[in-house]
């Protein structure tokens, strides 16, 4: 599987993130302490959400708002 390159073109950054809105996140609860009534979670789990837009983790510069004008976008390119 080709790896996607990315560079920013602000800060050279190669983290790209995906922003989704609506996601529902669930923790599931391991641990209770009565006396101070405080719950232990688990890991987050996630499902369902929208793109809103993805961009760079660094500088959060807008990249695109979907995968279309993603790929189209001068800062990516297909790995080898
Ligand atoms: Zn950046």
């Not at 006396?35 to 929208?50: T, W």
Request: proline residues 2%.
């Amino acid at each position: 599987m080709a790896e996607l390159i990315f560079t920013c073109d602000a800060c050279d950054s190669h983290k790209l993130e995906e922003i989704r809105l609506n996601m529902i996140g669930a923790f599931r609860v391991i641990w209770i302490d009565r006396e101070d009534s405080e719950l232990k979670y688990g890991p987050l789990s996630h499902s369902g959400g929208c793109v809103s837009r993805y961009q760079c983790k660094n500088c959060r510069q807008i990249i695109a708002r979907n995968h279309k004008d993603l790929l189209a976008s001068k800062m990516i390119k297909p790995g080898e």
